[in-house]
């Protein structure tokens, strides 16, 4: 079956650091979309990041440019997401994410994925 594990999230102070790892199995990681989505208490959740499996594309939503990386070890069927210069306003649960490789007009909709973790919480301290 397909499952998608998240870890790395914890505390951390201002203009800190930390990297996400998702785990996936169950499914062809390098066929995959993967994602990190974000949501605080009272909020719609926010695409973060993708990055396609065929030719790397990638793509990070405003807020994060130039301070996060996404990346993917398909050999380790694994997700990273680097997070640099980390603010109180990027304190979120983090979620992986997958979708197969199609078309769509937007890669950054919570509609189009398939498959989610659990979340990890990232708390940055002010």
């Known amino acids: 079956h397909v499952q998608l594990v998240e870890s790395g999230g914890g505390v951390v102070q201002f203009g800190g650091s930390v990297r996400l790892s998702c785990v996936v199995s169950?499914?062809?990681?390098?066929?995959?979309?993967m994602a990190w989505f974000r949501q605080t208490p009272g909020k719609e959740r926010e695409g973060v990041s993708y990055i396609k499996g065929s030719d790397g594309t990638t793509y990070y939503t405003d807020s994060v440019k130039g301070r996060f990386t996404i990346s993917r070890d398909n050999a380790k069927n694994t997700l990273y997401l680097q997070m640099n210069n980390l603010k109180p306003e990027d304190t979120a649960v983090y979620f992986c994410?997958?979708?197969?490789?199609?078309?769509?007009?937007?890669?950054?909709?919570?509609?189009?994925?398939?498959?989610w973790g659990r979340g990890t919480q990232v708390t940055v301290s002010s």
């Open positions: 169950g499914f062809t990681f390098d066929h995959y979309v």
């Open positions: 994410a997958a979708m197969i490789e199609v078309p769509v007009s937007n890669l950054m909709r919570t509609a189009n994925y398939n498959d």
